[in-house]
């Protein structure tokens, strides 16, 4: 069993910056891939940035060079979120993407209860 916790969400103002945490525990043992995701009012969930315990990073165009995703340390990803924009604001998931459990089974996909992030204009 796999648990995430999420934390850093809330209230800022345009142009401000919120950093999120995912801390992952439970029965892994090593992990591959992370990631944040998004989920705005009415619309579908996207991904926001992911990366791979290699550091290989993927970023959703409308956040490149505003947002950054950290590298996998102690089962832990950050979100730094610079330059925030009304448009940023939804409920961010965390994604623990692939992982081996300790079993040394792979496993994929768990998500987290979500943070919410609102940006006032």
């Known amino acids: 069993q796999v648990q995430l916790v999420e934390s850093g969400g809330g209230l800022v103002q345009a142009g401000g910056s919120l950093r999120l945490s995912c801390a992952a525990s439970?029965?892994?043992?090593?992990?591959?891939?992370m990631g944040w995701y998004r989920q705005a009012p009415g619309k579908q969930r996207e991904l926001v940035a992911s990366?791979?315990?290699?550091?290989?990073t993927n970023y959703a165009n409308s956040v490149k060079g505003r947002f950054t995703i950290s590298k996998i340390s102690q089962n832990t990803v950050y979100l730094q979120m610079n330059s925030l924009k009304p448009e940023d604001t939804a409920v961010y998931h965390c994604?623990?993407?692939?992982?081996?459990?300790?079993?040394?089974?792979?496993?994929?996909?768990?998500w987290g209860q979500g943070t919410q992030v609102t940006v006032s204009s």
């Open positions: 990366i791979t315990y290699t550091g290989t």
């Open positions: 994604n623990l993407e692939n992982w081996f459990d300790r079993k040394g089974e792979l496993q994929r996909n768990y």
């Open positions: 439970g029965s892994i043992f090593s992990i591959n891939a």
